[in-house]
């Protein structure tokens, strides 16, 4: 199956018509979309979308780009928020957490300093609840990774990585997947295609980020989680496998990684 592990479906980009676009997915056989939370004010509306959609679950977390305006009450609301959601099977990770140190603000050292210490606090809230995290690791791939095996959660997924050969391994020795998605569509995207293409299968998930990051016959439009399944034949197509096995692979380290989530396709 097709599986989404990263999609915004929340955004203002759809004009309200997510659960359109939620269908929409399902009708080009995305079986499951994966929506981050990414701060306080949005934790309800992603509940809300998982709870509404078919094929659809969320994540609860607080993004880098929002720690600037966060505070620990902020923190405090989403371990409480957490603690009240694990009855729900739609709820199935922790994110979108992370290190952002491409834009510059983030990058000064009092906003690196707050934003480890967010990272530290939602590693330990998916620790203590035995979750998987979606973490954010833009120019930060080593930091993320650094606090990561300092806090270990029950696995997670290092979306829309673009680091080394050396920092993929880094994440698949901690049980991590890692998540590609539209940026590996472009044809100047070498070292992003030399990642899809060789790192182990078994340790790659599909995303589309969407909005953001569209594939090269979508860009710069909106992207949409229906963009899936031809994102997954050029997965296919880089590895010169075919495009079911790409399709059974990544849904299978999908479900592995997201347990809750496979619950929800059995």
Not at 9 to 30: C, F, I, N, T
Not at 46 to 61: H, K
Not at 178 to 199: D, K, S
């Amino acid at each position: 199956m097709w599986i989404d592990t990263h999609c915004h479906l929340d955004a203002r980009e759809y004009g309200g018509a997510s659960l359109d676009v939620a269908r929409q997915a399902a009708e080009q056989g995305v079986s499951m979309i994966v929506i981050p939370a990414i701060d306080r004010h949005n934790l309800d509306t992603v509940a809300g979308l998982g709870a509404q959609a078919p094929n659809a679950c969320y994540g609860l977390g607080i993004h880098p780009i929002c720690v600037p305006k966060s505070t620990d009450d902020d923190l405090a609301a989403l371990r409480a928020k957490v603690e009240a959601s694990m009855d729900d099977p739609r709820f199935v990770a922790i994110g979108e957490i992370g290190l952002d140190f491409f834009i510059p603000e983030l990058a000064e050292p009092a906003m690196r300093e707050k934003q480890v210490h967010f990272l530290r606090e939602q590693l330990r809230i998916a620790r203590d609840f035995k979750l998987p995290v979606l973490t954010h690791v833009r120019k930060s791939q080593d930091q993320v990774l650094k606090q990561v095996r300092q806090i270990t959660p029950n696995g997670g997924i290092a979306h829309a990585f673009n680091g080394s050969f050396q920092q993929a391994q880094g994440y698949i020795d901690v049980g991590f997947k890692l998540g590609f998605g539209g940026n590996m569509t472009f044809t100047r995207a070498l070292q992003i295609r030399r990642l899809a293409a060789e790192l182990p299968l078994s340790a790659i998930v599909l995303e589309t980020d969407a909005p953001d990051i569209s594939p090269a016959w979508v860009h710069p439009g909106v992207n949409t989680p229906q963009q899936i399944p031809r994102i997954g034949e050029v997965l296919a197509e880089l590895r010169g496998i075919g495009v079911d096995e790409v399709r059974t692979a990544t849904g299978a380290n999908a479900r592995f990684i997201l347990p809750r989530m496979s619950g929800l396709l059995d």
